[in-house]
């Protein structure tokens, strides 16, 4: 996505980037390491087409690169850019919260 395409608003830059279910949870896994294709796909269990679609658009992005390396059978991993790392403390900020939802929804279930 170029310059003149984002959003205005920078929550919804964020949105435009990551805002996909499976974008998250791309940066999520490649937050711990670099990994090939397949150990994404099995992590997430999401499609190989949606996967591809999703890497692809991230690499355009700026957040991801794909790396092949030569050999049989060729080995492509992907790992975060610099600007991927810094959506870290986001990532950290939304485990918190979720962790934090799920503990009030749980107090408030259990008043009825």
Do not use: H
């Amino acid at each position: 996505m170029e310059y003149k395409d984002l959003a205005v608003n920078p929550v919804s830059v964020v949105l435009q980037l990551v805002g996909a279910k499976w974008k998250i949870l791309i940066v999520k896994e490649l937050l711990q390491s670099e990994m090939r294709f397949v150990e994404l796909k099995k992590k997430l269990g999401c499609t190989s087409k949606v996967l591809i679609a999703c890497l692809k658009d991230m690499e355009e992005d700026g957040l991801v690169v794909r790396e092949e390396y030569e050999g049989l059978p060729p080995k492509v991993e992907y790992y975060l850019t610099d600007i991927g790392y810094t959506l870290r403390p986001v990532i950290e900020a939304m485990q918190k919260w979720g962790k934090e939802y799920k503990r009030l929804r749980k107090l408030m279930e259990r008043r009825g």
